[in-house]
């Protein structure tokens, strides 16, 4: 089992920053994927960023079109990632939702809401 914590988040005005965390714990392996995702009222859950952790080799990270050159993702250790977000906007409202996946098995977080106002 893994268990995910988020934090961070909040109330920011438009044109504001914030950022998120996602802290792993339980049985996590050094090569992980760690996401982002987010989902606001009415829509579905979308892909915001993912990086990819290999022993012995540079992070890989992808980024949604939407959120690119605005949104960095980072990690701590192996099993914290962070999320700054930078010139939020209105339309980046949503619950933020943090993914670890093992390949065989995948754990979502129970969310953190990122509310942007005009």
């Known amino acids: 089992q893994v268990q995910l914590v988020e934090s961070g988040g909040g109330l920011v005005q438009a044109g504001g920053s914030l950022s998120v965390s996602c802290a792993a714990s339980?049985?996590?392996?050094?090569?992980?994927?760690m996401e982002w995702y987010r989902q606001a009222p009415g829509k579905p859950r979308e892909f915001v960023v993912s990086m990819k952790s290999e022993a012995g080799r540079d992070s890989t990270t992808r980024y949604a079109a939407s959120v690119k050159g605005r949104f960095t993702v980072s990690k701590g250790d192996a099993d914290t990632m962070y999320l700054q977000m930078n010139n939020l906007k209105i339309e980046d409202t949503a619950v933020y939702y943090c993914r670890y996946d093992l390949g065989w098995k995948d754990y979502w977080g129970q969310g953190t809401q990122v509310t942007v106002s005009s």
């Open positions: 339980g049985r996590t392996l050094s090569d992980n994927l």
